[in-house]
């Protein structure tokens, strides 16, 4: 439904500042009805990613697709009607103030030129999906963050879009709004068959609702692919640097500042091992411990869920001699989970 093909965004040089490569050599597809996470530090090209998506910027290089149609090639008045396809939410929800709940939602229909009943006729079943029919008549002033951008969510649909673009969405919410915020999109997700492409600089919102992500650095995808299993082995820095943000992901600061990477007499090895996909509840410790007669100390333990299935991570001290390392990791591997030696301690 989306598509970059060998995207690059580059701003032209001004007023003494050199020219800026905010996107380089993009390739990414968003499936039709999948929920795509993008995740970047401040400056890594988030916005501009989504500015090529809506037809704001033009690539320098390469192609923005949407459903087939090539935005960066349309003239104003097709990118406008096109934009009608794409629905957006924002982080300050950019309500206008003057303008009740129904009235915001309305507001695309009427510069379509609905007339009224049909606007009213779409509007309020909208205002209901969102959950806030007992709003309707309130001015943003008088909603909660949650519900202001619940009109947003809202508004971005009364055109029937096919695409939904969410640019920070739930960045300025706290984190149980967040996540009914979160739980909105992944619903209307699903009843409208949407495609969403959001961006964000946290892991966790790409945990709760994303199916895929990809991670952008210095206007570069460095890694990209199911949430599951970029959760599970993250292959970029950046992408470790992201995940250790998230609680239980990162080692206890005391264990961190005593771990060397090299073994030596005496020592204990650290290991992480992650619990994945069926055999995510397997009883993997006691069954190498008692294999292997080996003691196995539990440092650190968490269990989650990602995207509805069961994930978790273990921090486990063994033994550091290199025979007892490798039959441990041998073990665990061969009961198919991932064993990663983080250091001696
Ligand atoms: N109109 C512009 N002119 C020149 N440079 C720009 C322009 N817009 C963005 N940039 C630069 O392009 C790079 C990417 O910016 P972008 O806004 O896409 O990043 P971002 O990941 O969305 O950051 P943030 O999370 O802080 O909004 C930055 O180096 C930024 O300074």
Redesign the pocket.
Known sequence: MIRFEAAAKA??A?RG?AS?A??SDITLDVPEGAILGVI??????????I?LVNGLEKPTAGRVTVDGVDMGALDEAALRAERRSIGMIFQHFNLLARRTAFDNVALPLEIAGLPAREIKARVEPLLELVGLSDKRDRYPAELSGGQKQRVGIARALATRPRVLLSD?ATSALDPETTNQILALLRKVNAELNLTVLL?T?EMAVIKAVADRVAV?DG?RIVEEGATYDVFAAPQHATTRSFLSALTGQSLPPELANRLTAEPAPGRDAVLRIVFTGSHATDPVLSRVSRLLSVDVNIIQAQVDEIAGAPFGVIVVSIPGDAATVAAVVGAVERLHLSAEVLGYV
Do not use: D, F, Q
Not at 42 to 48: F, L
């Open positions: 701003y032209p001004r500042h800026v905010a996107l970047g530090r401040s400056g890594a090209g988030k916005s501009t990613l500015r920070e961006i600089h952008i206007g």
